[in-house]
């Protein structure tokens, strides 16, 4: 872990944890359009307790936790997903690693589009 986050490449496959993180937020950024669900452009700014990595996976835990419930009790989990999309964009922003991330991001967009869709499961 670098004071970047962790990301590297295996022949042309992005790796390492802040890669995962970029495929959550591709992911949920997905399913926000999917749904026909408009993301503000407004960035509710939340207290962060400095650059701890660990702190920040538990937050983005907590967060996709919360959607998950409102899922489960079959309420509107989008509001919660777009916190969850937002917090990531968020704790890069305030890093000062936007650009770094976002280079992340395309990479593993790139990297999806050479990939089978669902690896072959079936829906």
């Known amino acids: ?9 295996v022949q042309d496959k992005p790796e390492g944890s802040d890669t995962e993180i ?9 399913y926000l359009a999917l749904n026909n ?4 452009d407004e960035i509710k700014r939340e207290k962060m307790r400095g650059n701890n990595p660990l702190v920040f996976h538990a937050v983005l835990h907590h967060k996709l936790s919360l959607a998950t419930e409102a899922l489960r009790d079959k309420s509107n989990c989008l509001p919660e997903l777009e916190v969850f999309a937002k917090y990531i964009i968020d704790y ?8 770094w991330f976002e280079h992340i991001v395309l990479a593993k967009i790139e990297y999806n589009k050479t990939r089978p869709y669902l690896h072959g499961r079936n829906r």
Do not use: C, P
């Open 22 to 30: 970029a495929d959550a937020l591709i992911r949920t950024l997905g």
């Open 92 to 99: 890069y922003d305030k890093r000062m690693l936007t650009e």
């Open 37 to 40: 669900y408009t993301v503000s």
């Open 1 to 9: 872990l670098n004071s970047r986050g962790e990301f590297y490449m």
